[in-house]
């Protein structure tokens, strides 16, 4: 299940960077918009080194905006009912470590440009697990269990400091 959610989810956000940057009228925070900000005048060489990496970004997450349109963020029938003449292409770990890469770069020759460094983004740290999350699950349940039972008050919740969490 968690695996199933963190592939929808990474489908749809690899997929909304890569979206229009306007729709509707309405400004998009996306990838293209740091090459349209930018004035062609000032900066000819940066522009066409980021159009580049993000045709290649679009290139490579072609199957991902087909994923998010037929099935994740909508539920195409065909595609739903596994009878359209064009199946729906997977997504692999390989695709998604590709596209994440090509992203990586593209944000990092702006940063070189501007910045005259580089940003790490494929390291980050976790100050817990797995099993931390399990623990804290399991409290959770435990807690639904008393409050069920009786044994913690069922008001408890609203006089708690995480009532707005």
Known sequence: LLQNI??????LTVA???DRSQISGRENLVLALLIEKLDSNLYPDLIERLREGLKDICGKCEVFRKKRNRQ???SDLLTALKVEAEPLPGVSREMIEAVL???RDYMNEFERYFCKNTMVYEYFSMEADGEALIWQLKRAADYRDGVADGSIARDR???SRYRGA
């Not at 963190?6 to 489908?11: K, S």
């Open 157 to 159: 919740i609203l006089r």
């Open 72 to 74: 994740v963020a909508h």
């Open 16 to 18: 909304r960077l890569t």
């Open 6 to 11: 963190f592939l929808q989810d990474t489908v």
């Open 101 to 103: 890469k090509a992203i």
